[in-house]
């Protein structure tokens, strides 16, 4: 399957071995995190394996191993580690940055792989159990604590479960005393006094069926599923998938709960994280007074047994398939080896197959562009964790014939390993490394604590560097320095030698892929490319030459609390707005606006705005290919992104401060000479091809199409999703003809500027690369909504067989006048009702896994509100879920919130508000510019608009915004 995790932070070096590595024995050991074998292991049912290596074994070379001592102790001052005599492990750090407040997190070392059960689902089980009430905080009383926090509780918000660890996840603001007390405490109660009372066992079974059911039980879950029980195979992960099997969380009881509470569950196999705006001194009072007395419940700590990860050098394939599938597609995977980040070695090995990953997705990319590489999309190399011992690269490609494709990418494999990587390709490699770490460093200024907690988890699970930031970027950085092309190449060359590719051909229908025998013969018998490598293009030596600068018309300032705001008008209409912001040091954020959006464009154009924006970022810029576009940006950190609305078009992206005159050019460029190249004309149809291949298989997809049509009265204007016969008609020429009339010409834009950067320079900037583009002609938005049907309007979605997620939906669309103060009341209704659905539709039916609200306020195309409403859960019981959520509006229009919820909403609330970014003040910018007669929710009036907030408000948004007798609902479920 595609994968789309991102790579690992810190990165690579590179080895090879001696001949008695590829049978298992090698120098490296000491930087693997696991025992480890290479051997051919007895294959599934469904796999095909051969015998001989994917490469001639006269490739692999022999070289010394790497450093294995381990990295550097911390050196950040505002960083404290420690153990308690109870063995409890506790990372402290201070950090004012933003500031005002704590992130805890309690990390226990023990996940499904722990479980007596392999398929038993228990730990996972007890992660849910842990809200449902521990010894000072029973029954619902946590949530009510949780809540009082500023925390919403839902699905997967504040706690996860993997193969090998869970954690839990908690935040407080500093300002409020006990808040931060309450945050501890509950965390201390998690730790060691979980009630697990059998009733709230029972109850929870529907909770974490539900989540099983939408999770393993859709289309996508079910390939999911192949999927990670192919990459566990033969390894001690297989089995023990996190989530369980129907059997038995259908059958659990509070004993092994209870079982695997007091095994696992103990101060010497966990660790607590503070990270926020408190002393040390304080943070380490708050965890030694709840956690230092705590006592093991049972005999000596459990030993975690060493991973048995065994690599298979041989090819292996497979086809997975299920009826619904909507792209046929090949997954090709390679095992790698989990190396120990905690030392020297392990930390330069990441660096290099970061590296190598790199130049395997460069490569790739330039095949599709020359088209030599026969896919339909251009693939993406990257690397992929299932859990901490099984670690993969991969790519998916997709085309119109697959084993052509297969073939290509392999002899492209092949290639690189015969040949080795070239000089530009290592070079261009490098330079990403490189700019990544720098962009470390300059943000290191503004980590945030969630980020930091983040680091000090991975560290005690899996030894991740947590040095300060500056010694970690010295370090690596002299590290990718130190590393050689050589090296990068004889590593890729001893992984295809000792792991062979992983082949997986989804789709609907078997006949349509090839046989797994098929795969594997692709595998060992394409040969490689002569020379693996694409002629390099002639390097950009700047993207153009600065324009003179235009006049300023008009410069103007004003304050806000978060700092000055600067605006200058120039004579072709743009209006340029300026907030100096170090909220993330390092970083700029840009966004650009102009009314009209696709509402000026032809009927159903709407429907081709993503295949638009798709086919101009993938192509070049100007007299640029985008190959050559790639390699001038690989050492630069600045991206613009052109995006096609309703109501209007315009730009968002982002550089670092010392790139901030690329991100200029880039959007000039974009604006004066987008271009549309084929091969990125081919991808985006592609992608547009998948979306109406996905509009008539996937149930929650086909229920927003019927969303959306009965809410436009089936008006042509707002079909979501395109034809096949209007893909058929466009040609590159047609899709940058519709780019040009909204976004290739000047329309009186409003630009918003926030970041860490000079004014002086902003100005210049933007008088040259904005100010020198001519005017062009203005136009505004048309209303072409269709009003609210009247009544209620009701449409069933029958679920496919084998499918088994059904669902409600539900959305009221409703004119009014808007105001500052009228979306703050809709956030805190929103905030309740979600509340609401939670309680008593997960909670006390235990019919969802989780349901959310919508409540938003809308300026253009018309002034309204609208009200959106989402429930999954069991499709024999979506009457029943239907039914409460109407009685719970109803309720609320009738009575409003009690009490508690009310103050629990705005706490909530409170919390989110306190939270800003670069982002946020962009959007803040456009809106005041963009409806300048209107009242808008800003970041300065936004926490006092929220202290007039009265409960009687949330009672009259009820009756306002969910009228009992008008609503559009979609029911999913099985007839």
């Known amino acids: 399957m595609k994968h789309e995790t991102p790579l690992a932070g810190a990165i690579l070096v590179a080895f090879a071995l001696t001949a008695a590595a590829c049978s298992g024995s090698s120098p490296l050991d000491a930087y693997r995190t696991t025992s480890t074998t290479t051997s051919a292991p007895a294959a599934p049912a469904t796999t095909s394996t051969t015998t001989g290596p994917l490469q001639d074994p006269t490739l692999i070379p022999v070289v010394d191993a790497p450093d294995p001592d381990p990295t550097p102790l911390p050196t950040d001052p505002d960083l404290r580690l420690g153990q308690l005599d109870n063995g409890l492990t506790y990372y402290l750090r201070s950090n004012r940055t933003p500031g005002g407040s704590v992130s805890l997190r309690l990390v226990v070392n023990a996940g499904s792989a722990q479980q007596e059960q392999p398929d038993g689902g228990t730990a996972h089980f007890l992660e849910h159990m842990m809200f449902n009430g521990t010894q000072e905080f029973p029954g619902n009383e946590l949530t009510a604590a949780l809540a009082k926090l500023g925390i919403q509780f839902g699905a997967d918000t504040n706690a996860y479960t993997s193969y090998d660890e869970t954690v ?230 997709q085309g119109d014939d697959p084993e052509l494709a297969l073939g290509d990418l392999i002899a492209i494999w092949k290639g690189a390993a015969l040949s080795g990587f070239t000089a530009d390709e290592f070079s261009r490699a490098v330079d990403e490394t490189l700019t990544a770490l720098d962009d470390t460093l300059q943000a290191a200024q503004s980590r945030q604590d969630f980020r930091l907690a983040s680091s000090y988890v991975s560290h005690f699970l899996e030894g991740a560097d947590i040095d300060s930031v500056e010694s ?121 606006s102009s009314d009209g959006g696709w509402s000026q464009m032809p009927t159903g154009s709407g429907a081709l705005t993503n295949l638009i924006t798709d086919s101009i970022g993938g192509s070049g810029l100007g007299e640029f290919t985008k190959t050559q576009l790639d390699d001038y940006l690989s050492n630069i950190t600045a991206t613009v992104s052109p995006y096609i609305g309703t109501t209007s078009e315009g730009f968002v992206g982002s550089s670092s401060t010392d790139d901030l005159e690329v991100m200029f050019q880039i959007l000039n460029l974009l604006i004066t000479a987008a271009r549309v190249d084929d091969p990125a004309f081919r ?64 329309d009186e834009p409003i630009v918003a500027i926030v970041g860490d950067a000079d004014p002086a320079l902003v100005e210049d900037l933007a008088r040259r690369y904005i100010g020198s583009i001519p005017a062009g002609p203005h136009d505004t938005w048309i209303d072409l909504m269709p009003p609210m049907p009247a009544g209620i309007t009701s449409r069933v979605i029958d679920l496919p067989n084998g499918v088994n997620t059904g669902g409600v939906d539900m959305l009221t669309s409703t004119p009014v006048d808007v105001t500052a103060r009228l979306d703050v009341v809709a956030t805190v209704f929103e905030t309740i009702l979600s509340a609401r659905i939670i309680d008593t539709i997960r909670e006390k039916l235990g019919a969802s896994y989780g349901g959310s609200a919508t409540v938003s306020v809308v300026y253009a195309p018309a002034q309204r509100i609208d009200a959106s409403i989402n429930i999954d859960g069991d499709p024999t019981r979506v009457e029943e879920i239907r039914r409460v959520l109407l009685e719970q509006i109803a309720d609320l229009a009738a009575n409003g919130p009690t009490a508690d919820e009310f103050d629990q909403a705005v706490s909530v609330v409170e919390s989110d508000y306190h939270f800003v970014n670069n982002g946020l003040f962009a ?32 009672s009259g948004m009820a009756r306002f915004a969910l009228p009992p007798t008008q609503r559009i609902e979609i029911v999913r479920t099985v007839r």
């Open 168 to 397: 839990y996840m908690l935040a407080a603001e500093t300002s409020n005393t006990e808040a931060v007390a309450t945050a501890f405490d509950v965390l201390a109660q998690w730790a060691s006094a979980a009630t697990l009372e059998p009733a709230d066992v029972a109850a929870e079974i529907g909770v974490v069926r539900d989540e099983m059911r939408q999770g393993r039980e859709s289309t996508d879950g079910m390939i999911q599923t192949e999927f990670e029980n192919m990459y566990t195979a033969n390894s001690s992960y297989d089995g023990y998938a996190t989530i369980g099997s129907p059997g038995p969380v259908e059958s659990m009881t509070a004993p092994p709960l209870r079982a695997f509470y007091d095994r696992w569950y103990r101060p010497d196999n966990m660790a607590v994280v503070v990270v926020g705006d408190m002393s040390l001194d304080a943070m380490e009072k708050a965890v030694t007074e709840r956690f230092a007395s705590m006592k093991p419940r049972g005999a000596d700590a459990p030993a975690h047994n060493d991973y048995e990860i065994r690599i298979n050098p041989e090819p292996q394939g497979r086809v997975v398939t299920n009826p619904d599938n909507v792209v046929d597609n090949i997954s090709v995977d390679i095992q790698m080896q989990p190396w120990d980040l905690s030392t020297v070695g392990g930390e330069r090995l990441s660096l290099i197959e970061q590296m190598m990953a790199s130049m395997l997705d460069t490569r790739l990319a330039s095949g599709f562009q020359s088209g030599d590489l026969h896919t339909s999309t251009s693939p993406s190399m990257g690397p992929f964790a299932v859990n901490r011992g099984l670690q993969y690269i991969g790519t998916n490609i």
């Open 472 to 592: 970690m970027v010295s370090r690596e950085t002299d590290m990718v320095r130190s590393i050689t092309r050589e090296e990068v190449t004889n590593h890729w060359r001893w992984v295809l030698q000792t792991s062979g590719p992983i082949i997986a051909a989804v789709g609907a229908d078997p006949s349509t892929l090839p046989t797994a025998e098929r795969l594997v013969e692709i595998a060992r018998d394409t040969p490689p490319s002569s020379d693996g490598a694409i002629t390099p293009e002639a390097p950009i030596e700047a993207l153009m030459t600065p324009p003179e600068p235009s006049e300023v018309t008009n410069t103007s300032s004003s304050r806000t609390a978060d700092g000055t705001i600067v605006e200058w008008d120039l004579p072709n209409g743009a209006r340029v707005v300026f907030q100096q912001s170090a909220i993330e040091s390092g970083t700029v954020r840009l966004t650009t």
């Open 683 to 746: 991808q985006a149809r592609t992608f547009a091809s998948n979306t109406i291949a996905a509009s008539t298989l996937d149930p929650q997809f086909r229920a927003a199409i019927a969303m959306n049509d009965a809410r436009t009265s089936g008006s042509p204007d707002w079909v979501l999703v395109p034809t096949e016969e209007q893909l058929a008609g466009l040609d590159p020429g047609d899709v940058l003809d519709l780019y040009n009339s909204r976004l290739g010409k000047l």
């Open 923 to 954: 959007d803040i910018i456009i809106n005041t510019r963009r409806f300048p007669n209107e009242t808008i929710l800003t970041a300065d009036n936004r926490l006092g608009l929220l202290g007039r907030v009265a409960p009687g408000d949330i």
